[in-house]
Nanobody, 126 residues
Framework: QVQLVESGGGLVQAGGSLRLSCAAS????????MGWFRQAPGKEREFVAA????????YYADSVKGRFTISRDNAKITLYLQMNSLKPEDTAVYYC???????????????????WGQGTQVTVSS
């Protein structure tokens, strides 16, 4: 099992930046593929980005490609999401998630992930 705790959310103006962190418990962090998802009020949870267990491969939603960067530090058992050029439509609660084994094509599907953090609010003002 792994426990996940997000941090780094807040209020930022459009065009600004934030870096989210997801601290994991346990010594098996490197055994999990990791993802970031977000959920805006009244909308379904949507995929943002994912990263392979080694960190070699990354995947992004089209809406954030070129603006967001997912990374991980397996030694620090922490996942990151660097968010630049933020837009009001990026406003949402952001969640990190973990899964031990997953096909590449399933990385964008929230139901495939086994463990979730509690979420951190990101608000982008116009």
């Amino acid at each position: 099992q792994v426990q996940l705790v997000e941090s780094g959310g807040g209020l930022v103006q459009a065009g600004g930046s934030l870096r989210l962190s997801c601290a994991a418990s346990g010594r098996t962090f490197s055994s999990y593929a990791m993802g970031w998802f977000r959920q805006a009020p009244g909308k379904e949870r949507e995929f943002v980005a994912a990263i392979s267990r080694s960190g070699t491969n990354t995947y992004y939603a089209d809406s954030v490609k070129g603006r967001f960067t997912i990374s991980r530090d397996n030694a620090k058992i922490t996942l990151y999401l660097q968010m630049n050029s933020l837009k009001p439509e990026d406003t949402a609660v952001y969640y990190c998630a973990a899964v031990p084994i997953i096909a590449t094509m399933a990385l964008r599907i929230s139901d495939e992930y086994d463990y979730w953090g509690q979420g951190t609010q990101v608000t982008v003002s116009s």
